[in-house]
């Protein structure tokens, strides 16, 4: 099992920015690919970004590209998702992900809790 504990969600204004933290404990060598998830209330869970093993790799959604940036510390088993020029629609709640696999994207077996960003107008 790994177990995933997100940290660095808050309240923030328009564009304003807040990086968030994703740190990997138990079964580490587990937590190969690893990205960034969101749900915003009433709404699916949507991707947001994912990172690659070696961090070569990454994708964006669309709707964070050029704004968002996702990169990992692999010695401490830890994603980061910096977020810039947010926006109100950014408003959810975030969820790292890792999964064994180390080219999937989408697809992932173990989930954190989330953490809560707002961004007020």
């Known amino acids: 099992q790994v177990q995933l504990v997100e940290s660095g969600g808050g309240l923030v204004q328009a564009g304003g920015s807040l990086r968030l933290s994703c740190a990997a404990s138990?079964?580490?060598?587990?937590?190969?690919?690893m990205g960034w998830f969101r749900q915003a209330p009433g709404k699916e869970r949507e991707f947001v970004a994912a990172i690659s093993m070696s961090g070569r790799s990454i994708r964006y959604a669309d709707s964070v590209k050029d704004r968002f940036t996702i990169s990992r510390d692999s010695a401490k088993y830890t994603v980061y998702l910096q977020m810039d020029s947010l926006k109100p629609e950014d408003t959810a709640v975030y969820y790292c992900?890792?999964?064994?696999?180390?080219?999937?994207?989408?697809?992932?077996?173990?989930w954190g809790q989330g953490t809560q960003v707002t961004v007020s107008s």
């Open positions: 992900a890792a999964d064994p696999d180390p080219t999937t994207i989408r697809i992932y077996r173990y």
């Open positions: 138990g079964r580490t060598l587990s937590a190969n690919a």
